[in-house]
């Protein structure tokens, strides 16, 4: 269980130098094909009312006034013809946090901004090769469904 007085999850209001640098720590530990975002992609993300980034601190970590972000998850919220819908993407905790319930209580605090926003669903993805995320969705009531996932590539990452 994560530590309530060391660990807290907020949503990034803006986009500023010590986003930007957890981002640039955090997105290569999540994949090597992305580069991290820049500073304006992260205002993009921040400023979009369909997307959340959420961001877990943990004050022992902090070095100045300034909590270490040990961890973030980009939950989007969309309306469909079928009804809201949201979609959990980029869940990632930085190495020296992992296994200390960082990432359930990210991934708590959005399901519950989608159920508050009229979600029917979340859904998320996750390669097979990341065994103890698979494990946690499942522990966090995620249900694994038999779907064929198509993607097209319109663009190589910047």
Not at 30 to 48: A, F, G, M, Q, W
Not at 90 to 100: F, L, T, W, Y
Not at 121 to 134: F, G, M, Q
Request: no cysteine; hydrophobic share 45%.
């Amino acid at each position: 269980m994560v530590d309530g007085d060391r660990i807290t999850i907020t949503e990034a209001k803006a986009a500023d130098a010590a986003l930007v640098a957890a981002a640039a720590r955090l997105i290569p530990q999540l994949s090597s094909s992305s580069p991290p975002p820049t500073l304006e992609r992260l205002r993009l993300i921040v400023d979009d009312p369909a997307t959340t980034l959420l961001v877990a601190t943990d004050s022992e970590l902090a070095d100045g006034n300034d909590d270490h972000i040990v961890g973030m998850l980009t939950l989007a919220v969309f309306m469909l013809p079928t009804g809201v819908r949201a979609w959990i993407e980029d869940v990632v905790v930085d190495d020296v946090s992992r296994g200390a319930g960082v990432a359930s209580a990210l991934v708590g605090e959005a399901l519950e901004r989608a159920d508050q926003r009229g979600a029917r669903t979340v859904e998320l993805t996750s390669r097979p090769d990341r065994e103890a995320a698979n494990r946690l969705y499942v522990r966090l009531g995620f249900v694994r469904r038999e779907t064929n996932v198509y993607r097209r590539t319109l663009r190589l990452p910047r």
